[in-house]
């Protein structure tokens, strides 16, 4: 990866204090200058970076070295622990209501990743809970989206609510409970179409159907090679309609995800789960140690830093 | 706390003229780069520029620093721009991109560009990969009048452009585009596959494909890079296509891109509708990454 030198350029920066046993103001700053860098190149947001580095360097300036670490070891650790910390716990599950069915409601952009994350949901629901969902087409627009929708139903052998054409997606949603209510399916999960947080309409859209169905959960599918403007789009809709949680997709590349830490940071909601691939077993349990390592570009030094 | 607003205002004073050049100022520049996604070398970049522009007297005042830099981007971006190729039909166009960036929608915007110009349009179902990719470009060319070349879901998306490559002669067509489905630039499997693709049109059409076309996300930050890199190494690309740039985010990424690969943007998809694509204009993207 192209990320990798940060270990170095810090090992270079503090190479004059190797021995010396308390970081100084002068030491802190220059090493948080290579952060800064580290985290913008990994696209998190420029004023969550701020904030991050102005809480670092507070509770790193002044600090005695820990024993078997090096200057730079210890501010990384100081930098990941902080990371890891922001990024919130393991939290890979979906509430389930005392009174089923379970409605969750996928949101997000255009082409995040909702209609295949529904359908990876479902397949962890049944696999792992013995659920069995209901899948909900609510997207009306995009041309083909009910299809998909009900080609990755009949892969998972789940089924899938489609209504008349011209139906309002509220009306699909409220008409999708009714049958999962006489079907006995216990999870609803509604795949919603991608749109702009600037979009009035179609946000409106969107608290319609929550106002009418009452979702126990709203999901934010966010692509993980996202930039700066996921802080944008997490806030509007967080604010527009409350998240419970994140789904993120596509880490299966080498995004560094650095708007993992953006989202986290604006909603204050738990990154639930990772996409790690097209197929309908990838969506997996997310870690935010690993995510704070991968934004960082440094599993190995970590490691490293794990057995001192 | 500084808003996109507070720095509109601060240019603002500045070209009332009550306000220096100061450090607090570049600060200033160097956020806008920065949340327009431009990357931290390229803004560095930029910002040495403007200080050299300070220094040998090209920038004299401070109302003066925007149209600098934005002139700069532009030159950035223009430069070595060629323009599209005259070919004997048919002209064969390969689309290709990361998943979810709006390869299917583009290709239907741009069929529909070629068809108001009086055209005739195929378009080859190449993505037979992703549940109703096939039906999604099939309601497409419903809607601009092109047909579409396709096999099952599941079948090996080199046939199907062997198939339409062929098609395409025989029925002598003017523009053939090629939909192919979303991969990330990582998975060496899927990169070969590509390249297996591009093989089969260039055997069967020699100098084809006369174009291929990353599509990128505006929404993308830094990682853009390394898919126009990898991308551009599989399939010889010869233009991007910035979509989604209807949103809030600025897609500045393409600048790090055009000034490190020199790879240029062709395109801007600025919605869903059939209509919402346009020729790309340097200027006025430079100027809409100081907008609010
Ligand atoms: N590599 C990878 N691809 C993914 C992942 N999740 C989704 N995709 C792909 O991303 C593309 C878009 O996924 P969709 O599920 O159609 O996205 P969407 O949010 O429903 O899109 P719209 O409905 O158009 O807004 C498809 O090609 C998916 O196969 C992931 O975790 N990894
Ligand atoms: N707002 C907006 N949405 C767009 C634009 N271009 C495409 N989209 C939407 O983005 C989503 C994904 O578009 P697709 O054309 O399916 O993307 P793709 O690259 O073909 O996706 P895969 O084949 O799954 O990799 C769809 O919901 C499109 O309607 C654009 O310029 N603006
Ligand atoms: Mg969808
Ligand atoms: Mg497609």
Redesign the pocket.
Known sequence: MVFEGLADKLQQTFKKLRGRGKLTEADVNEAMREVRMALLEADVNFKVVKEFIAKIKERAIGQEVMGSLTPVQHVIKIVNDELTELMGGTQSRIAIASRPPTIVMMVGLQ?AG???TVAKLANLLVKKQSKRPLLVAA?IY?PA?IK??QVLGEQLDVPVYAAEPGTKPVDIAKQALEYALAHTRDMVLI????RLHINEELMQELKDIKREVKPHEILLVVDAMTGQDAVTVAESFNNELGVDGVILTKLDGDARGGAALSVRAVTGRPIKFAGMGEKLDALETFHPDRMASRILGMGDVLSLIEKA | EKTRKGLTEKIEQLIVGYADIDDEFLDDLEAILLTADVGVKTTAQLLSDVRAGIKNKQIQSPEELKPFLQEKISTILISGETAEPEVQPPMVIMVVGVNGVGKTTTIGKLGNYYREQGKTVMLAAGDTFRAAAIEQLEIWGDRIGAEVVKHTEGSDPAAVVFDAVQSAKARKVDVLIIDTAGRLHTKSNLMEELKKIYRIINRELPGAPHSTLLVLDATTGQNAVNQAKLFGEAAAVSGLVLTKLDGTAKGGVVIAIKSELNVPVRWIGIGEGVQDLRPFDPAEFSQALFAD
Do not use: E, Y
Not at chain 1, 191 to 194: I, P, Y
């Open positions: 082409g909702k209609t295949t997207d995009r989206a998909q929708l795949d919603t179409a991608g």
